[in-house]
């Protein structure tokens, strides 16, 4: 079965403490990215990946690291969260010009 | 880059009318334009999609039309259900660059009977 898998799903962490949030796919794809859902903001990309060793920024990429040393993951590393990065995060995988895949989201709250 | 905008914010029509919901995009270079539904606290769920060599789309009861030249895209839900209920987002994408969606703002469909 085609998968998009991240973890956690749900997370509450303290002001400063690293965190990183793992994305897997099954599905061979060369594209990964990293969204954020805010609500009236839509969902609005942090980083995306093209390939393996390949990264670049999204639209609101400070606060944020990834790495693609495989292929099928793609971390999303918040080195020091702040309140301001609570918020639903989904990753997401395509092949090149083909449907995207979501996974299902983790739910991040910062205090 | 890419900026899409997105109307109607929230959308109430009775079980079995139309409702349509409009989005325009800045980029002329997108040429991917996918819809998604989304139920509360779950993950986006494509239902339809369009390419930009394609004016119109339809799937049973949805429908995605397609204006280059005016730069906007419309999503037609025909005998709404109330399991059409949720908020749909549309979104514009360059394939050739990495498959990024820009996403509008989302409309909240609420279907009553």
């Given at each position: 079965e085609a998968q998009v898998t991240q973890n956690p799903r749900y997370l509450i962490?303290?002001?400063?403490?690293?965190?990183?949030?793992?994305?897997?796919?099954?599905?061979?794809?060369?594209?990964?990215?990293?969204?954020r859902q805010d609500p009236g903001?839509?969902?609005?990309?942090?980083?995306?990946?093209?390939?393996?060793?390949?990264?670049?920024?999204?639209?609101v990429p400070e606060g944020y690291k990834v790495s693609r040393k495989e292929k099928r993951n793609f971390p999303l590393i918040l080195e020091s969260p702040s309140p301001n990065q609570t918020s639903l995060y989904f990753c997401a995988s395509s092949?090149?010009?083909?449907?995207?895949?979501?996974g299902e989201g983790s739910w991040l709250t910062v205090v | 880059?890419?900026?899409?905008?997105q109307h109607p914010s929230t959308l109430s029509v009775?079980?079995?009318?139309?409702?349509?919901?409009?989005?325009?995009?800045?980029?002329?270079?997108?040429?991917?334009?996918?819809?998604?539904?989304?139920?509360?606290?779950?993950?986006?769920?494509?239902?339809?999609?369009?390419?930009?060599?394609?004016?119109?789309?339809?799937?049973?009861?949805i429908a995605v039309t397609l204006n280059k030249t005016a730069k906007h895209f419309s999503l037609h839900i025909t005998?709404?259900?109330?399991?059409?209920?949720?908020?749909?987002?549309?979104?514009?994408?360059?394939?050739?660059?990495?498959?990024?969606l820009t996403f509008g703002t989302g409309t909240q469909l609420k279907v009553e009977l």
């Open positions: 962490t303290v002001t400063g403490k690293k965190l990183t949030v793992t994305c897997s796919q099954n599905m061979n794809h060369e594209y990964m990215s990293w969204y903001l839509g969902l609005r990309q942090i980083y995306y990946s093209m390939n393996v060793e390949v990264t670049d920024k999204g639209d092949s090149a010009g083909g449907t995207i895949y979501f | 880059g890419e900026n899409v905008e009775q079980e079995g009318d139309s409702a349509v919901i409009k989005c325009t995009y800045s980029d002329s270079a997108s040429n991917y334009f996918p819809w998604y539904k989304q139920e509360l606290g779950k993950r986006p769920q494509l239902i339809i999609d369009i390419r930009s060599n394609v004016g119109e789309k339809k799937d049973q009861r005998e709404t259900q109330p399991e059409d209920s949720a908020v749909y987002f549309c979104a514009a994408s360059f394939t050739g660059g990495g498959n990024k």
